[in-house]
């Protein structure tokens, strides 16, 4: 059982930065697939950024270059750097888990936090 606890959402003006991060529990943290996916009102949950076992990532085509996913196994931490904010980022932000990337790609992992807000004011 993975439990996952998401901070540092807030309000921004557009151009500005936010760095999330989500605490993980456990002592496999090193073995998960992690994730970040996003969801605005009205509209469907999407994948942020995601980050192998390894240091493979992979971004939505409307945060390439602004968003950065980064891990720290030492810490049982995973960060989103959001730089460049624009309003349509606005969304609660969850951080996710599961041992397999391809399950976490398809939005469907195991594990789930209980989402953070980010709201970007024009």
């Known amino acids: 059982q993975v439990q996952l606890v998401e901070s540092g959402g807030g309000s921004v003006q557009a151009g500005g930065s936010l760095r999330l991060s989500c605490a993980a529990s456990?002592?496999?943290?090193?073995?998960?697939?992690m994730g970040w996916f996003r969801q605005a009102p009205g509209k469907q949950r999407e994948l942020v950024a995601a980050?192998?076992?390894?240091?493979?990532?992979n971004y939505a085509d409307s945060v390439k270059g602004r968003f950065t996913i980064s891990r720290d196994n030492a810490k049982n931490t995973v960060y989103l750097q959001m730089n460049s904010l624009k309003p349509d980022d606005t969304a609660v932000y969850y951080c996710?888990?599961?041992?397999?990337?391809?399950?976490?790609?398809?939005?469907?992992?195991?594990?789930w936090g209980q989402g953070t807000q980010v709201t970007v004011s024009s």
């Open positions: 996710a888990a599961d041992t397999s990337i391809g399950r976490l790609r398809g939005g469907t992992p195991d594990y």
């Open positions: 456990g002592r496999t943290f090193s073995r998960y697939a």
């Open positions: 980050i192998s076992s390894g240091v493979s990532t």
